[in-house]
């Protein structure tokens, strides 16, 4: 199938299937006389499981490390099973990163009497001020 076949049923844009190409995720495809390229059935299938595995965080180093297992004779469930238990321990370390991070926000934003000149803002100082905000 043509790209743009590829692209819709895999639901990405045909810059996106450009990108995989060239980091590797999907194998270029053999052209047609005409110049067309063809990519096979499967895919479809791994942009997919491409675009899934961003969607649950995993970055697209990730992405070839999961696709390589799955090829590899062997992995075990257990393999995939560990990877997506340190994703989920990323994630939990990104949400307590963020949580301090608002909470930093809306110290300063307490602080801040939202009137007044810019420069007697205690927001601005807290940026400028050495130490650590969050």
Do not use: W
Request: contains cysteine.
């Amino acid at each position: 199938m043509k790209i743009g076949e590829v692209a819709e049923r895999g639901g990405v844009n045909l810059q996106t299937i450009r990108y995989y190409e060239r980091e590797g995720l999907l194998p270029k495809p053999p052209r047609l006389a005409s110049g067309y390229r063809m990519f096979p059935d499967t895919a479809v299938r791994r942009v997919r499981f491409i675009k899934r595995a961003q969607e649950l965080g995993f970055s697209l180093a990730e992405i070839r490390e999961l696709h390589s297992l799955r090829g590899s004779a062997g992995a075990v469930a257990q393999d995939m099973r560990e990877r997506a238990k340190a994703k989920i321990a990323d994630i939990e370390e990104k949400i307590r990163t963020l949580r301090a991070m608002k909470d930093a926000l809306n110290r300063l934003a307490e602080r801040c009497p939202g009137c007044g000149p810019l420069s007697d803002c205690p927001i601005l100082d807290a940026l400028d001020a050495k130490g650590v905000l969050v």
